[in-house]
């Protein structure tokens, strides 16, 4: 464990509050999150997840050590929605051949989207139709210890074997059964019984079973992947709001009565929901937004958006919270990262470490809007001349949270750095020997160039500073 990081506090969803976290094992801490159902391009809110979990990636890849930690973010290939968009797109094809073109176009683009957003590649990314056999050998030992049957084609994990099943989401046995639609749900023991393994058709992807031919269920997925890569127990077990019930409700559900374990993870953590300019994200409403639209069309807010600026205004607001994706949020955040790039421009980050006080506030269950204040007091301070110690110090901990130093400052390739910085040097020279003609000249040549100036003075001494950026 590296030394000179507070611990680590985390919100357990599980318990409902803030824990101090300690690791089963300090030599491999290992975190698992639900990654996307590749039948589509990744939206906004997939992007969230994964800049979150990647953030906590990096956090215990600093305490503990790049080489102890394990995380797993799995890719569900096998899903009824995969199925339809193959029929659609290749009518023609083999559905399985199908398929096979549908989730590795996806697949490639979300690893593309991702890494766009900053997001380092996870320890693994297993593939759901590569752990078919892991499935079924829990659904065996599920069947085997009396928490699965067989009706009506199907298996079936049986609710009631499970004496505290609901405790994430601390949902009642009363809860499942309001609305249950009785004749469609007849085969079952109890109408929230879940299915493990589903026969499929001719014209339906499928796999030898002791069952029959046919397919997973959703959960038992990540049931199988989470312990073939982390064990029966490990550390964190990460995803959206929106998968605490069923999805997870379920996969501790499978997992824990296939091993007879007390837990399938030690803490749960869950990111709040994503709206966009004020209302719920929708195809209908026509503000649904995937992260390959925002990188490179102009299809929301009239311009293209860097990776770096969207990972930033998903961050800006605390994971747990909902969070109102504008095109304000995002200029707000592009405005905040180039004012950081300027002051860490030409500047290195190798051999030093992040700031020990954005550190801090991390370690408080990932408070990233501390960390911001935080690093803009570094900015602050190496912007005011603050000596390569300052300026490389910020450098660091920028790339560790994500972040490169100039992403933004290259953006136009019509952008001289250099000649800019070199330009407003000689206006404040300018302006400290009362040349204001010459100063007024130079901002109106920069303004041709499409460099918009912005004046400000350092509360404590007085000295007049300037920042630049690309007019949109």
């Known amino acids: 464990m590296t030394s000179g990081i507070p611990q680590l506090s985390l919100y357990n969803t599980l318990t409902r509050k803030k824990e101090a976290f300690v690791p089963i094992d300090a030599g491999n801490v290992r975190v698992y999150a639900c990654g996307p159902t590749v039948y589509d391009f990744a939206h906004i809110g997939n992007g969230r997840m994964a800049i979150v979990f990647d953030l906590l990636f990096r956090l215990l890849r600093q305490v503990y050590g790049a080489d102890h930690v394990t995380y797993v973010r799995n890719i569900t290939d096998v899903d009824d929605k995969i199925n339809a968009r193959a029929a659609r797109d290749f009518p023609g094809l083999d559905l399985n051949e199908a398929i096979r073109k549908v989730t590795e176009k996806t697949a490639a683009q979300y690893q593309s989207d991702v890494t766009a957003l900053g997001c380092l590649e996870p320890t693994v990314q297993p593939r759901a139709t590569d752990n078919i056999e892991g499935m079924q050998s829990l659904i065996t030992a599920l069947i085997s210890r009396s928490h699965a049957y067989e009706a009506n084609g199907e298996v079936l994990f049986e609710v009631g074997s499970m004496p505290d099943y609901g405790k994430l989401s601390g949902r009642n046995p009363e809860d499942n059964l309001a609305g249950a ?231 136009d390739d019509s952008a001289d750095t250099a000649g800019i910085h070199a330009a407003i040097a000689e206006r404040l020279a300018a302006f400290a020997n009362k040349d204001f003609a010459t100063a007024d000249r130079i901002r109106a040549e920069l303004a041709e160039q499409g460099i918009a100036l912005m004046d400000s003075k350092d509360p404590q001494t007085g000295e007049r500073r300037t920042k630049w950026e690309i007019k949109r």
């Open 181 to 411: 639609r009785v004749a469609v749900d007849a085969h079952k023991k109890n109408p929230a019984d879940f299915v493990l393994w589903k026969q499929s058709s001719a014209d339906e992807p499928g796999w030898d079973s002791p069952w029959g031919r046919g397919r997973p269920g959703w959960h038992i997925e990540c049931s199988a992947m989470s312990e073939r890569y982390l064990g029966q127990l490990f550390d964190i077990h990460g995803g959206g709001l929106d998968l605490i019930f069923p999805h997870h409700e379920n996969e501790i559900a499978q997992s824990r009565c296939a091993h007879g374990t007390h837990a399938m993870a030690n803490v749960w953590m869950h990111n709040g929901f994503l709206q966009v300019e004020g209302e719920k994200m929708s195809k209908s409403v026509g503000n649904f937004f995937t992260i390959a639209q925002l990188l490179e069309t102009e299809d929301f807010g009239g311009r293209k958006w860097a990776g770096e600026v969207l990972r930033l205004a998903m961050l800006m607001t605390h994971y747990r919270e909902p969070i109102d994706f504008t095109v304000r949020r995002l200029e707000e955040a592009e405005g905040k990262l180039r004012s950081w790039q300027q002051a860490a421009v030409g500047y290195s980050d190798a051999d030093h470490e992040p700031d020990a006080s954005v550190m801090a506030e991390l370690a408080d269950d990932l408070s990233f809007h501390r960390a911001s204040v935080a690093l803009d007091v570094i900015a602050r301070k190496a912007g005011r001349d603050g000596g390569e110690q300052a300026r490389n110090c910020l450098a660091a901990t920028l790339a560790f949270l994500g972040f490169s130093s100039d992403s933004l400052l290259a953006v």
